[in-house]
C-alpha cells in the first residue's frame, strides 16, 4: 500500500489474495490495510494537508495533475490489463474508453485548479464593511471506491480532491486492487508530495469502516451499495464529516413506437449489459411501447444473443464474466425469483461453461418478459446482466412506471418527438436522463442520483463543491 509517500507492507503483515475473475485463478498477495494503517494513512494526510500540500500554489497543483494525466495516458495498456485481469471487464473497453476517461478527468480537474474563487459581496450592515468568501479545501478526504469500474471512479474521487487542495486516502474494492496500487506509484512518479495521496486496498468491514469513522477524516466520498452508503452516514455522525454518495439505480430505459429502432435497439442493450450488467445506472427496466412491444422484443432477445462473452483479454469479446462466485450466486438468484414469480426468461439465464469459459462466472446476457412492475427483478439492483421488459401503452403510465422506485440515478427515453423527450426529461425523478442515447459520460457533465441513489455529484464544477468550504470574512474599512 501506499502510505506517506512510500510502498510499505500493513502493519500485521497480513495480506488477501486478488482473483482473476474469467478463470478462477490466483492473481496476486495485496497488503491487507486494517485500523493501524488507516490510522497512518489518515496521519500521513493530515500532515501533508496542514504543511506542504497547503502551501502548493494552485498553478503547482494543475502542473502535477497535468502529469498525472500524462502518465496514465503513457502507461494506458498496462493500467488497462491490470483492469481486465482484475475486473473481468473487455480490453476493447478498458483501453479505447476507460482509461483514457480517465486521464482526461485528471486534465479537466487540472484546469480547475487555478479556477477555484471566492467572491466579493456587497452588504447592507450598518457601517462601512467589506465582505469577502474565501473557497478553501475541506481537508482529509476518504474515497472508498467499488469493483465494477475501479480505476475511472478512484479518479472521479481523487482529481477534484486534489484540485481543490484536499489530501485523500482511498480505499479501493477488495476485488480490484490493482490499478488503484498502479495508480499510487503513478502519482509518486508525478512528484506529488507525501501524504498527499495514500491508498489503502483492505475491507470494507475493517479498513472502509476505519476510515468512515475516523475523527481526523473532514469528507467521505463513496461509490457502492446504498446499505453501506447508510452505514457510513451513521459513521459521518461522529464528527460530523462531510459525505458524497453515489449509490445503486433501477434505471428505467423507455422506448416509443416512434423510436429509431436500429438504434435504440443495441442501444438499450448495452444499456445493461456494458461491464456485464455491473453498472450502477444500467437500464434494468426497458419499458417498450405496447405498439411496437413484440417486434421490439424479438429483435432485443437477437441482439443480446448475438453479444460475445468471453474473457476480457480476448479482444473479440464484448462482455466478461461476473466479478465473483459471490455475485454470481446473487445474480442467479434473482433469476429463480424471476422465473418464481411468472416472468419468462426470452435469452440467457444460465451460466455458460463451454471452452475456456468454465472456470469463469459467466452470465450470458438475459432478457426477461412477462414481468410485473412489484415483482423483485423490476425493484431491486440485480447488478448483473438482467434486463426486464415491461410494456406500456400511454406517456403518463410510463411516468408512474418509471418513477416507482426507491431509486432515482438514471434513465433514458428514445423517440424522434422532441416534446416527448423533454416531458420525459423533466419528469423522471432521477439525476441524469439520457435521450436516444445511454451511458454517455464526459468530465464537465455532473453524475448522481436522487433518492435512495445518493446525494452529492462525481465530475463537472458541482463535484468542486463537495471537496470545499466558504468562509465568508468581514473587514470594518470605517473610519
Not at 496521519?43 to 502542473?63: E, H, I, L, N
Not at 424471476?338 to 455458460?352: N, S
Not at 426486464?388 to 410510463?398: A, G, L, N, S, T
Not at 466558504?470 to 470594518?476: G, I
Request: net charge neutral; hydrophobic share 40%.
Amino acid at each position: 500500500m501506499l502510505i506517506d509517500g512510500e510502498l510499505v507492507g500493513s502493519v500485521s503483515g497480513k495480506c488477501f489474495e486478488t482473483w482473476n475473475p474469467a478463470t478462477g485463478e490466483v492473481l496476486a498477495q495485496v497488503a491487507e490495510a486494517g485500523r493501524e494503517d488507516i490510522d497512518r494513512a489518515v496521519g500521513a494526510a493530515r500532515k501533508a494537508f496542514q504543511g506542504v500540500w497547503r502551501k502548493t500554489k494552485p498553478s503547482d497543483r494543475q502542473r502535477l495533475l497535468l502529469r498525472l494525466a500524462d502518465l496514465i495516458e503513457r502507461n494506458v495498456d498496462e493500467l488497462a490489463l491490470l483492469e481486465v485481469l482484475d475486473s473481468g471487464m473487455p480490453i476493447s473497453l478498458a483501453r479505447s474508453s476507460l482509461i483514457p476517461r480517465a486521464a482526461e478527468q485528471v486534465r479537466y480537474y487540472a484546469g480547475w485548479a487555478t479556477k477555484i474563487n471566492g467572491e466579493t459581496i456587497d452588504n447592507s450592515a450598518p457601517g462601512d464593511f467589506f465582505t469577502y468568501t474565501l473557497r478553501e479545501p475541506v481537508g482529509v478526504v476518504g474515497a472508498i471506491v467499488p469493483w465494477n469500474s475501479p480505476f475511472v471512479i478512484a479518479i472521479w474521487k481523487l482529481a477534484p480532491a486534489l484540485a481543490a487542495g484536499c489530501t485523500v486516502v482511498l480505499k479501493p474494492a477488495e476485488q480490484t486492487p490493482l490499478t488503484a496500487l498502479r495508480l499510487g506509484e503513478l502519482v509518486l512518479e508525478a512528484g506529488f508530495p507525501s501524504g498527499v495521496v495514500n491508498i489503502c486496498p483492505g475491507f470494507g468491514g475493517e479498513a472502509g469502516a476505519a476510515l468512515a469513522e475516523h475523527p481526523d477524516v473532514d469528507k467521505i466520498a463513496f461509490t457502492g451499495s446504498y446499505k453501506t452508503g447508510q452505514s457510513i452516514v451513521r459513521a459521518s455522525a461522529s464528527n460530523l464529516k462531510r459525505v458524497s454518495l453515489e449509490l445503486g439505480g433501477k434505471s428505467p430505459d423507455i422506448v416509443f413506437a416512434d423510436a429509431d429502432l436500429d438504434r435504440a435497439i443495441p442501444g438499450t442493450a448495452w444499456a445493461m449489459f456494458r461491464l456485464s450488467g455491473q453498472i450502477c445506472c444500467g437500464g434494468s427496466r426497458l419499458f417498450v411501447e405496447q405498439k411496437i412491444y413484440d417486434r421490439f422484443l424479438s429483435k432485443l432477445s437477437d441482439f443480446s444473443a448475438s453479444i460475445k462473452v468471453g474473457n476480457g483479454l480476448n479482444p473479440t469479446s464484448e462482455m466478461g464474466p461476473l466479478i465473483s462466485s459471490e455475485q454470481f450466486r446473487r445474480v442467479s438468484g434473482y433469476i429463480q425469483s424471476g422465473l418464481e414469480q411468472g416472468a419468462k426468461l426470452v435469452c440467457g439465464g444460465e451460466r455458460l461453461l463451454t471452452g475456456d469459459l468454465r472456470n469463469g462466472y459467466f452470465m450470458p446476457p438475459t432478457v426477461f418478459e412477462h414481468v410485473k412492475p412489484h415483482n423483485k427483478i423490476a425493484q431491486e439492483e440485480i447488478f448483473g446482466p438482467v434486463i426486464c421488459v415491461i410494456p406500456f401503452k400511454e406517456i403518463d403510465e410510463v411516468i408512474a412506471l418509471s418513477n416507482n422506485t426507491t431509486y432515482g440515478l438514471a434513465g433514458g427515453v428514445w423517440t424522434q418527438n422532441v416534446q416527448k423527450a423533454h416531458a420525459i426529461a423533466k419528469a423522471l425523478q432521477s439525476g441524469v436522463v439520457w435521450v436516444n442515447c445511454f451511458n454517455v459520460m464526459d468530465p464537465a457533465v455532473p453524475f448522481g442520483g436522487y433518492k435512495m441513489s445518493g446525494y452529492g455529484r462525481d465530475s463537472g464544477a458541482d463535484a468542486l463543491e463537495q471537496y470545499t468550504q466558504v468562509k465568508a470574512v468581514w473587514v470594518n474599512v470605517g473610519s
